[in-house]
């Protein structure tokens, strides 16, 4: 590991990178394109464990949200009385997106990054939504 004990001078444990790390890592073998090969979803799903919700019946499990397959779900929380999802378009193309959520829930919205500007979506469980893409 490139690491420094001092950082301009001034002493700096964490970046020292002193004690035991482990590093996992996977190979996907593939034939085409990276995007066909779906490459940046299975690295996501290689370092972000699915997350499941338990019934009250023993032994069973169930996704509560389930994303269309052009789509990485980035962060989920709870923010007040609403979850939020930050979903992330992985494939490099413009086209739609379907966002199923098992929960009881009274309608879905598209805001920004601050959770501003929302945009009611229609449909339920599963919303379709149509994105474009921006260069920054």
């Known amino acids: 590991m490139n690491s420094h004990a001092n950082y301009n ?4 444990p964490m970046m020292a990178g002193e004690g035991t790390h482990q590093l996992s890592y996977a190979l996907v073998g593939h034939d085409g394109r990276w995007q066909d090969a779906r ?20 032994g069973t ?3 509560f949200l389930q994303t269309s397959d052009n789509l990485i779900i980035e962060a989920l ?5 609403q979850i939020e999802a930050r979903l992330c ?7 739609t997106a379907e966002v199923t959520i098992e929960l009881p829930h009274h309608g879905a919205a598209l805001t920004n990054f601050t959770g501003e500007n929302a ?10 939504f149509q994105f474009v893409l ?3």
């Open 134 to 136: 921006s260069r920054l």
């Open 77 to 81: 929380r709870l923010e007040g009385r």
């Open 119 to 128: 945009t009611p979506l229609s449909g339920g469980p599963t919303t379709a």
């Open 89 to 95: 378009e992985w494939k490099g193309a413009a086209g």
């Open 9 to 12: 001078g001034w002493p700096n």
């Open 61 to 63: 499990r169930m996704a």
């Open 39 to 58: 490459v940046p979803r299975l690295a996501w799903e290689f370092t972000v464990p699915a997350l499941s919700v338990s019934s009250r019946e023993a």
